[in-house]
């Protein structure tokens, strides 16, 4: 079992910054990929970034350029720091963890709310 614990969400106006921490607990060790997932109102859940334990990063495009993904591993947490935020942003963010294969398994925490306001 994994648990998480995600914060720093809240409500910001565009162009505003925001950093969310998602600290994952349990069977760490198995844990090859972090990351976030979002979704938007009335749209699918979708990638926005992953890390994997050797620190390479992976972004959607729509957030190339403004959001950065890292990584403690010691701590097992992954940060997700954004910038220059637009309205667009605005959905639940999800923490993501995938463990190491033979038995790659997907979990994601519980969500937490971003809004941004034009």
């Known amino acids: 079992q994994v648990h998480f614990v995600e914060s720093g969400g809240g409500l910001v106006h565009a162009g505003d910054s925001l950093r969310l921490s998602c600290t994952a607990s349990?069977?760490?060790?198995?844990?090859?990929?972090m990351g976030w997932y979002r979704q938007p109102p009335g749209k699918e859940r979708e990638l926005v970034a992953t890390i994997t334990k050797g620190h390479v990063a992976n972004y959607a495009d729509s957030v190339k350029g403004r959001f950065t993904v890292s990584r403690d591993g010691i701590e097992s947490t992954v940060y997700l720091q954004m910038n220059s935020l637009k309205p667009e942003d605005t959905a639940v963010y999800y923490c993501?963890?995938?463990?190491?294969?033979?038995?790659?398994?997907?979990?994601w925490g519980q969500g937490i709310q971003v809004t941004v306001s034009p």
């Open positions: 993501y963890t995938q463990d190491y294969p033979p038995d790659p398994r997907d979990r």
């Open positions: 349990g069977m760490t060790a198995l844990i090859y990929l």
